[in-house]
């Protein structure tokens, strides 16, 4: 195996009184798509945060290809090549679909507002190159037919798929999915499985995938690692089929459901 793209040694934060993340260590691969699981409030998103910056450990270190990122801002980690979606969507409603996605793509217009104007061959050029690229990521989400709708007219399954285009208009090489296939129904989760594993395998990203649609993990990462996360620490690492029989996470899976006596959750 080659240096880890991404590594989080001894990492802990804390908010006031509450510990959120403790002493977490973890390393992905170049290329690896690993699934992170957890009870709700267990520290996910929190770990996303801190690698994308707007969270700074109490403690620890975090690595980004050998670099440590600590104290980086977001957009600093974003030109390094990390990139995240939201568990709560967050786009520009008003805007279009294609104008969400060209908003991300790293290339500024390289012409001046007199290019622009008088549509020289060099600003035709840049725009078709914007064009070309947005129509690429939208194709690849399924949303090649929506490109002049308002983003916020669209049914939440599309805009989380909006989500993932934008996510991946700036070139990431790490991937972070924060419960992409929150709200979906079966049919909708298992397009989604076959998107992001034909994303995974055409743009090699190395992806993290937050997901509380166990059918969702457990499938998109059967040749890989799922983490499981319990009150802030590591309960686990391992291939789904170690993971749906660990006792650990079976119980705090359990008492979770019985302590919240409601919202779905399982293992299986
Ligand atoms: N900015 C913050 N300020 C204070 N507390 C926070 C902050 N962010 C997270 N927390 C707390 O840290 C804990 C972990 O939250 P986190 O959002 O990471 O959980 P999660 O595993 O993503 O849960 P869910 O599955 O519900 O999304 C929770 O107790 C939460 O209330
Ligand atoms: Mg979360």
Do not use: W
């Not at 104290?71 to 600093?76: M, R």
């Not at 599309?158 to 129904?185: C, F, H, I, K, Y």
């Amino acid at each position: 195996m080659g240096a880890p793209v991404l590594s989080l040694d001894s990492v802990s934060v804390s908010f006031g009184g509450v510990k959120a993340v403790r002493n977490v260590t973890f390393h992905l691969e170049p290329g690896e798509l690993v699934g992170l699981i957890g009870p709700n409030g267990a520290g996910k998103t929190t770990i996303f945060n801190l690698i994308t910056g707007s969270v700074k450990p109490t403690d620890g270190v975090i690595s980004f290809k050998g670099t440590d990122i600590v104290g980086k801002t977001s957009d600093q980690l974003c030109h390094l090549g990390i990139s995240r979606t939201f568990q709560n969507i967050r786009l520009f409603p008003q805007m279009s679909v294609f104008e969400n996605v060209a908003l991300g793509l790293h290339s500024e217009p390289h012409y001046s507002i007199f290019e622009a104007f008088v549509r020289t061959p060099n600003a035709r050029r840049k725009e078709k190159e914007v064009e070309e690229q947005v129509h690429e990521l939208l194709t690849l989400v399924g949303l090649e037919g929506y490109i002049q709708q308002k983003a916020g007219i669209l049914p939440y399954g599309l805009q989380r798929r909006l989500e993932l285009a934008r996510a991946m208009a700036t070139s990431p090489e790490l991937l972070l999915l924060d419960e992409p296939a929150a709200g979906m129904n079966e049919d909708e989760c298992a397009e989604l499985i076959k998107m992001i594993r034909n994303i995974h395998e055409l743009k090699k990203y190395s992806i993290i995938l937050i997901e509380h649609h166990m059918n969702v993990v457990m499938d998109l990462c059967r040749n890989s690692r799922i983490m499981v996360l319990n009150l802030g620490e590591t309960l686990a690492i391992g291939s789904p089929a170690e993971i749906q029989n660990n006792p650990k996470v079976i119980a705090a899976y359990l008492g979770e459901k019985r302590e919240r006596n409601g919202r779905k959750r399982s293992i299986s």
